[in-house]
């Protein structure tokens, strides 16, 4: 009878006694958000400077957890254990984010005791993140979890949720928001972005990880794209000092910090910077595919070059990778070259200029003496930087290919097609051609580049070169909206079922075709829904190739954290059947710093047989 007394007296008073464990809960949200707290026990772990954090007392249950933020300018000292009210508050400052259960408004604060020391959480022993997904919403949205078309079916934070942390990435880190953690022998990821902050993971089982030292996406053990929720993002320290630089596979001193929900991600705020213990030294190595005097062997370059312009200072890098690093493949498939005065928004659309000044630097440099062909954009019709007028365009050696002769060259807006030459073969009506360049799905979007080759004996070859529209907009991963918000895949889906198409108008005309369609395709080939019409015609070169590129090293980008693909090239069942090898060749990500950096896209090299 008095024990259900004082139950009706806990739920029902308004300005309760309670703790950090109870505050916090066993879901994303807190119970107890917008009510008055009393006497609230706590010890500072860490101080910023928009408040402090609390360790409230150790509980069992691990999904909750016994940090919390107070949002406060008192003066508190580390150390120091605390009374004090306030009110709970679940604050976002973004509606993509989730939000961070925080103390704001503290009053009566009272210091009970000073210099007390809180052990952190060692992560990778005490608690250890799990690997695959972040979220159970994105698993049950598709076949391609969080990378499922539709995204943004689902809010975090319409649930409420029991944690899983053992389970799910939010979860995890959420269950430990608030508290001091210690990341064992942290390895960086990536490099540092404008803010000085790297993503990293500790001592502790992850997926994907590649020969650098960073965690490539993968398919997870349930085949489901990995989502790293093993990764973490380390902000700036909290006492001022700087991070270091670093790069993927930096090895660091150990990091003690709080976890942080902010700008849409889980923080740790180190209470200090780190140190470097270990760089990467050894540079990317080049290519083993070089060109051969067998006319039957064509390799193959593919390389979004960043906005090259005439004048562009990372111009004699990009040389230098062509013939140093690629070793000047026969035909090369360059995406993002802007136009004779590059971003000057004049009205000029010929790339005449740009491309020349490449094919000169790679001469200059003792490669190949490169031809080349592009077809011009209407002004500032196809996206990118405004007034660059980025375009896809071939460079080639004349000694191994060249264009199927007999066909004019194409415009913006004149579709080429496949046609018969009228001597038993299959050539391109221009060629090259822009392909469906006036279908809705190119609209601000580079269109597509096809072009017909022969070889010395005659033999032919076919390619497309793309890039389509970027994933800029998308939401973060680790935010509220589940599936993240994947932006512009509708757009990349029908550009894709255009090139499909294409490609299927070939083979059926010729089934023997070789075709390659390669470049930027600014998405992962696990978003399945994407790729499927392309797919179900041609392969992907990683997976066929020999020997197959081993997934964790199928990465052209680093974004975030994940070391990833969006370069992509697929070759027709002829292709296919003859053999091909192919490489990424990992000369801008694998740089000491984010500066070196010649381009954000690494190259790729591919071998493949006409005959
Ligand atoms: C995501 O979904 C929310 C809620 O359904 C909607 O308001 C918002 O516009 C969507 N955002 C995008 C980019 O689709
Ligand atoms: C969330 O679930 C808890 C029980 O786990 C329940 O007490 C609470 O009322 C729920 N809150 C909401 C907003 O549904
Ligand atoms: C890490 O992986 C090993 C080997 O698969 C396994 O035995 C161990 O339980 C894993 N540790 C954690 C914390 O999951
Ligand atoms: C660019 O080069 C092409 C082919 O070499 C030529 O037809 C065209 O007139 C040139 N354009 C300009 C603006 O010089
Ligand atoms: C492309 O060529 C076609 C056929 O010659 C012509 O009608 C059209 O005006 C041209 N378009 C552009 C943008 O030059």
């Known amino acids: 009878m008095l024990l259900s007394l004082a139950l009706v007296v806990i739920l029902t008073s308004p300005a309760l006694s309670t703790t950090i464990a109870e505050i916090q809960g066993h879901a994303f949200q807190s119970l107890y958000a917008g009510e008055k707290v009393t006497h609230l026990t706590g010890t ?18 691990e999904r909750v957890s016994t940090g919390l933020f107070v949002r406060s300018s008192a003066s508190v000292s580390l150390g120091d254990s605390l009374s004090l009210s306030g009110t709970v508050s679940e604050y976002r400052s973004s509606r993509n984010d989730l939000s961070s259960t925080e103390l704001i408004s503290p009053s009566s604060i009272l210091v009970t005791s000073s210099a007390n020391t809180i052990a952190p959480i060692l992560l990778g022993q005490d608690r250890s993140p799990p690997q695959g997904q972040l979220s159970a919403l994105d698993v049950v949205a598709g076949p391609d979890a969080w990378l499922s078309v539709p995204n943004n079916v689902s809010q975090v934070d319409a649930g409420n949720e029991s944690l899983k942390p053992q389970t799910y990435g939010l979860d995890f880190w959420e269950s430990i ?19 000085g902050e790297f993503w990293v993971h500790g001592a502790w089982n992850v997926t994907g990880k590649n020969s650098r030292g960073g965690l490539t996406m993968v398919l997870d053990l349930d085949g489901l794209p990995d989502a790293n929720p093993e990764m973490v993002i380390i902000g700036r320290p909290l006492d001022d000092t700087t991070n270091p630089t670093v790069a993927m596979g930096t090895t660091l001193t150990d990091i003690t910090g709080v976890v942080h929900f902010q700008y849409g991600y889980f923080y740790i705020l180190p209470l200090t910077a780190p140190s470097v213990i270990s760089s990467p030294t050894s540079a990317a190595p080049p290519t ?41 493949p026969d035909l090369l498939f360059l995406q993002e070259i802007q136009d004779d005065s590059g971003s000057t928004n004049n009205g000029i659309v010929s790339a005449n200029t740009t491309l020349s000044n490449i094919v000169n630097a790679i001469m200059d440099m003792g490669g190949v003496a490169y031809a080349w062909v592009d077809v011009d954009p209407l002004n500032n019709m196809d996206g990118g930087e405004k007034g660059g007028n980025i375009r896809q365009a071939y460079l080639y ?34 060629n090259p051609g822009r ?29 497309v070169n793309l890039q389509l529209t970027a994933k800029l907009d998308s939401s973060t991963t680790e935010g509220n909206t589940r599936p993240p918000i994947n932006a512009w895949v509708a757009e990349r889906m029908e550009q894709v079922a255009v090139v499909a198409t294409f490609s299927q108008s070939l083979l059926a005309s010729s ?101």
């Not at 928001?177 to 803010?195: C, K, R």
């Not at 415009?411 to 391109?428: F, H, I, K, R, W």
């Not at 601000?444 to 076919?462: E, I, M, V």
């Not at 797919?535 to 990833?564: K, W």
């Open 44 to 61: 500072v772990v860490a101080i910023s400077k928009s408040g402090f954090y609390l360790a409230g007392h150790p509980v069992k249950d």
């Open 177 to 195: 928001e608030g508290m001091l953690v210690t990341v064992p022998s942290p390895v960086a990821i990536g490099f540092n972005d404008n803010y």
């Open 288 to 328: 083993t595919i070089s060109s051969s005097f067998d006319s039957c062997i064509i390799t193959i370059g593919d390389y979004n070059v960043e906005n090259m312009a005439p004048t562009s200072s990372h111009m004699s890098a990009v040389a230098s990778h062509i013939v140093s690093h690629l070793l000047s």
């Open 397 to 430: 050696n004349p000694d191994k290919l060249d264009l199927v002769p007999g066909s004019p060259t194409g415009n913006a807006t004149e579709a080429t097609a496949v046609v018969s030459d009228g001597s038993g073969g299959y050539t391109l009506s221009y």
């Open 435 to 463: 392909i469906d360049p006036t279908n809705a799905a190119w609209k601000d979007s580079r269109k597509p580049l096809a072009a017909a080759w022969q070889t010395r004996n005659g033999d032919r070859l076919f390619s």
């Open 511 to 611: 089934p023997d075709a070789s075709l390659i369609v390669g470049g930027d395709c600014n998405e992962y080939i696990y978003t399945t829904s994407v790729f499927a019409p392309l797919t179900a015609l041609l392969s992907e070169v990683d997976s066929i190739a020999t020997p197959p590129v081993p997934p964790e090293e199928r990465y052209t980008y680093v974004y975030n954290g994940v070391t990833e693909q969006l370069d992509h090239m697929f070759v027709s069942a002829a292709v296919a059947g003859r053999g091909v090898s192919v490489q990424h060749i990992h000369v801008n990500n694998w740089a000491m710093n984010i500066a070196e950096r010649a381009s954000d896209h690494d190259p790729s090299v591919l071998e493949v047989k006409v005959c």
